[in-house]
């Protein structure tokens, strides 16, 4: 990137700190023709090359050598200019591609300040000497404060990368998280719709194929009809409330109630005679997801008598205590083998759906008493 405009004000105070130092001594024609080419020379080197170099640039290694030539050149008219060196090591810093190549241009502005003295103080052992200390701890100063910033820059660089990284598994996170998210609302809007909508229309199928028979026989009643019809509204009822966002439930009078309606209706359109009977403790608080779940299991387990049972009776039994709430569903029908594949998605969807809440499901394909029990563990009891 381009070198900041705050350098612009650097190379500007350079100057005039130059200008002010030769000013206020007594300074011979040559000083100040030293001193006034080295500016020019700085001043244009800047404008042409400096303020517009990139790192690598061949720009940058053009006003490098401008510092260096300038330093030398300052310093040999009056060794006090050799300030100039708090401008030029850092700039020269600035200006490298690498830390090789800095430490390169730093020995040389070193060296063009100890050419300068040379000039400009003689060559006498006491000034060797001066000149060696004034060397030494620029050079050493300028390497020591250029290793520490460009620790502290490949710090920043690399802490930069791991923040890159981070906010990039992040976003992939939250996109796994969203992909998760439509994944499980597509399984509960699976689920809703096998417990609700597939299950009144499967009955609606059995209805229908039940009028057909009466109507061929000539006993077709408006019973039947009137049961088509309960379920066609029933069907529509429960459509409506998953467009709407939730599944229907019949629970304002309670669970038990619920389920005494439940199996009425199943009754009525089967002819399987279904008999409710509940134990609730009164101290036990069945919130309305933990109602909403039992009747569904009552209602995945009565769909499947219907369909594969052959039963001529079923019962539902409730057993609610301090500890959980369990549903039996039992049946006096054909059985089945329980580690059978299933064959359909109604028992592998019950299952996920209390395993949502910490809830269990287990099957007794015993003939004659078939058996679906679910628990559900009460908010706060232990299960």
Not at 183 to 197: G, N, Q
Not at 268 to 277: D, K, N, Q, S
Request: charged content about 20%; proline content about 3%.
């Amino acid at each position: 990137m381009a070198l900041s405009r705050w350098w612009d004000l650097a190379i500007a105070g350079c100057v005039l700190v130059v200008a002010v130092i030769v000013w206020s001594s007594d300074p011979e024609p040559a000083q100040i023709v030293d001193v006034v080419v080295s500016c020019l020379v700085l001043v244009v080197g800047w404008i042409a090359a400096g303020r517009r170099a990139y790192e690598g640039d061949a720009r940058a290694a053009v006003f490098t050598l401008v510092l260096i030539a300038v330093s030398g050149a300052l310093v040999s008219a009056y060794p006090v200019l050799a300030i100039f060196q708090c401008v030029a090591y850092p700039a020269v810093w600035m200006l490298s591609l690498n830390t090789r190549r800095a430490v390169i241009a730093n020995i040389g502005v070193a060296a063009a300040v100890a050419i300068g003295f040379c000039v400009s103080v003689g060559t006498s052992l006491p000034a060797l000497g001066q000149t060696a200390v004034t060397i030494a701890l620029s050079l050493g100063g300028s390497l020591a404060l250029g290793f520490w910033i460009t620790r502290i820059a490949r710090l920043s660089e690399e802490r930069r990368g791991l923040l890159e990284t981070l906010t990039a598994a992040q976003d992939e996170l939250a996109l796994l998280h969203r992909d998760a998210g439509v994944t499980s609302e597509r399984e509960r809007l699976a689920r809703e719709l096998h417990d609700t909508i597939a299950q009144s229309l499967a009955g609606l199928v059995l209805l229908g194929q039940r009028s057909r028979r009466e109507l061929a026989a000539g006993t077709l009643t408006d019973g039947t009809l009137e049961l088509i019809e309960s379920g066609a509204r029933d069907a529509l009822a429960e459509t409506r409330s998953l467009v709407a966002g939730s599944a229907p439930v019949e629970l304002n009078a309670g669970i038990v109630a619920a389920l005494t309606r439940l199996g009425e209706r199943f009754t009525r359109e089967t002819g399987i005679e279904v008999t409710c009977t509940s134990t609730v403790d009164p101290a036990a608080a069945l919130g309305r997801d933990t109602e909403v779940v039992l009747l569904r299991c009552a209602q995945e387990g009565l769909a499947n008598v219907r369909k594969h049972a052959g039963a001529s009776t079923a019962r539902l039994e409730l057993t609610v205590d301090a500890d959980a709430a369990t549903m039996h569903v039992i049946d006096d029908g054909r059985g089945f083998d329980p580690d059978a594949a299933p064959s359909g998605f109604g028992l592998s969807g019950l299952k996920d759906r209390l395993a949502l809440v910490g809830g269990s499901i287990s099957v007794d394909g015993t003939t004659g008493a078939t058996t679906l029990t679910a628990r559900l563990p009460l908010v706060g009891a232990t299960a």
